[in-house]
């Protein structure tokens, strides 16, 4: 007996995943998109201070 939550069919396991990794791409590409536009908004000196690698 197969288990609830398992797919009995393999291929809509495979239609499961690809549909994840799409999404989790998606997402990814619209955080760049969201910090990409902030950066270009506020300037990059603004972003980018002098001396903000010595912070760390």
Partial sequence: ???PER???????TELQTER???????FLLAIA???????RAGLHRAFTP???RLW
Wanted: aromatic fraction near 14%; glycine fraction near 8%; hydrophobic fraction near 60%.
């Fill in 1 to 3: 007996m197969a288990s």
């Fill in 7 to 13: 797919p009995a069919n393999n291929s809509h396991a």
């Fill in 21 to 27: 990794i799409r999404q989790i791409r998606g997402l």
């Fill in 34 to 40: 969201a910090i990409v536009f902030a950066i270009w």
């Fill in 51 to 53: 001396g903000w690698w």
